[in-house]
């Protein structure tokens, strides 16, 4: 697979989450994926897991934005990788309007029966250590 191939799967994610198409994201995935989500617990296990996650963000946001800023990627043999920031935006259910906050993304992807697809995801917030809290009104 190309880079430019890889920025359209990553195009595809963020376009099924601003459409809140579970099924467009079901296709995107691995069924063994392992997550790292923002979200307990401290790993989602299997598509299943992880659509359910998106499944949660869709019950919040009447209308959701979603933006990927610069985006890496390392392409090998069968296996790549990328990382970038990423920002979940929109209205809430109920009309208020937040700008979300920006996290850390990794992808990783491999050719399984000729489709690549995300087998491992990784969304983080910085940490402050002193307080414990998650620092999330960073900019990339």
Known sequence: MSETE???HIDKLAEGVRNKDIEGLKQLYATD?????????????????KLKNWA???AVFEEVTYEVRGL??????????????A????????????DGMWVRGTFC???IAGTWLITHDQI????DIPSGQGVTDLEP
């Open 6 to 8: 890889l920025r359209n």
């Open 33 to 49: 994926i392992v997550s790292f989500d923002v979200e307990p617990p401290l790993q989602h296990v299997g598509r299943d897991a």
């Open 56 to 58: 949660n963000v869709f």
């Open 72 to 85: 890496k990627l390392t392409v090998g043999e069968g296996v790549a990788f990328g990382h970038c920031f």
């Open 87 to 98: 920002r979940l935006a929109g209205t809430l259910k109920g009309g208020t309007s937040t």
């Open 109 to 111: 992807f491999r050719e």
């Open 124 to 127: 983080s917030v910085p940490l």
